[in-house]
């Protein structure tokens, strides 16, 4: 299968939509996420002619890798529902892209064949996206599995803990790489379903103390939106922080992603990289993001939609066209590098 006439990454979303049933669909675009996109797509930018931009390029360096443009790919849980190859997939393509993705804690295909897709590929051993499993001892075993299998980063996902109504899973897709849920994972009789059984197994800061002594491997954290918390992530040792709302799925009403971001970036006063995701749909969307000061930027549903209609090549497709979007946009802005893309680039 070739690839698909489009002109935009956008443009896969409706190809996507073609392809998935209503339940698959509308577990992927749950939650408030047109919020985010507005505000990226409100923010005007500033044309800056006569800029030499020739020999320019999207490379940056990040957590000490070197990727060939800022465009992340996300966690995003059971990619089996979206196509059969998956995860493996979604590696394929960010490898073939030269980019860097994050495994879900809940992926539907093992962490070791989606490192060694990557690495078949000739990509840079992927991160891997931790969620709290409940308490110390399982939260470890999940970690040293990705150590093990030879994960890159650790991005430790801190605004979802309260899991609300997803879909019923097909037989056959599951969180593969999690341990079976036991009787502790229900609250006891007459308690709260939500501050005793969820929050009771949901990770406070003294967890991420204990975490950040873990591992050696450059921690993020991702779901952050309050500048305090940013700064205390990175008081206790953490590396980067994403801005995240999680692509509008968890808190409704929750702050926009984009309104929190040069909050962020103020505090965190270049101490680490701030990443950001939520709404991003397009080249022009990441370089409003990186003008706010963000280094780098995670796609979610997008790269999905790539996933859905055409696999790993869809995927490979919307990246590279998010990456000509962004060189484009940065032409006609006065951008040569990333480095150039600051406020002076907004109108
Ligand atoms: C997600 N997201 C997510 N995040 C995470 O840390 N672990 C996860 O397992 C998942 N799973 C997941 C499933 C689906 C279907 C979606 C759409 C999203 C959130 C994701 O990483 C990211 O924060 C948002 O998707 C970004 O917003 P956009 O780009 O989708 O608007």
Redesign the pocket.
Known sequence: MGLPPVERASDYLSLARARLDDATWR??MDGD?SG?EQALADVRLMPRPLSAVAGGHTRLRLFGQELAHPFVL????YQRLFHADGELATAMAAAAQGGQQVI???ASMSIEAIVQAAAAGGGAAPWF?L?WQRDRPRTLRLLRRAMDAGCSAIVF?VD?PVKLATMRLPADIHAVNLEAPTHADLPAEGGSLVLDGWMGQAPTWDDLAWLRQQTTLPLLI?GVLHPDDAVRALDLGCDGVIV?N??G?VLEGAALSLAALPHVVERVAGRAPVLF????RSGRDALVALAHGASAV?????Y?WGLASHGALGVAHVIRLMRDELEMTMALTGCATLADIDVSRLA
């Not at 995670?298 to 997008?302: E, S």
């Open positions: 577990y992927l996420g985010n996300a966690p995003v849980a879900s804690s809940l996206q969620y996902t979802a991702k995240s999680h692509g799925r995701d939520s709404g991003v995670l796609l979610g549903r997008p999905v």
